[in-house]
């Protein structure tokens, strides 16, 4: 993008970067096209600072959606976890009550079993002290008329 240079000697076409203009321009018009050609150039500018910043904003929403997105899947993720961690728990409470439930269970199936062991054990003794006392009465009425029978 040259700069036309007016010849003011001659008004022959004036030779910018190699070419040739195409058409004889004075001082001024050449100053007039030169000034066009700066508009145009500030227009290119604005066109593409216009560009930019409409880029940098669909960057900078694409990143805010982006960033959006992840603090989404993010507290999704944790939902789960809260939510995994609460089944775990609610798992071993239920797996700790039911443990603790047949323990229970066991150990009072195990007392009255022991209870009962007791009663037949304490029933078999009373019944043979009964049995032996038994004996033992009658042995000593045997003694007794014995030595009665003897002293007559």
Do not use: H, P, W
Request: include cysteine; charged fraction near 25%; aromatic fraction near 4%.
């Amino acid at each position: 993008m040259g700069l036309v240079r007016a010849n003011e000697k001659t008004s022959e076409n004036v030779e910018t970067n190699g070419e040739t203009n195409g058409f004889v321009c004075s001082r001024y018009g050449a100053r007039v096209f030169n000034f066009l050609r700066l508009l145009s150039f500030k227009e290119l500018l604005r066109t593409t600072v216009s560009s930019n910043e409409e880029l940098l904003s669909t960057t900078i929403s694409s990143i805010e959606e982006l960033l959006s997105i992840k603090l989404s899947s993010i507290k999704e993720l944790l939902s789960i976890e809260v939510s995994s961690i609460e089944e775990l728990f609610s798992i071993k409470v239920s797996s700790i009550k039911e443990l603790l439930s047949i323990t229970v269970s066991n150990t009072k199936e195990l007392l009255s079993i022991t209870v009962s062991n007791t009663k037949e054990l304490l029933s078999i003794t009373v019944s043979r002290v009964k049995e032996l006392l038994s004996i033992k009465v009658s042995s000593t009425k045997e003694l007794l008329s014995i030595k009665v029978l003897k002293s007559y």
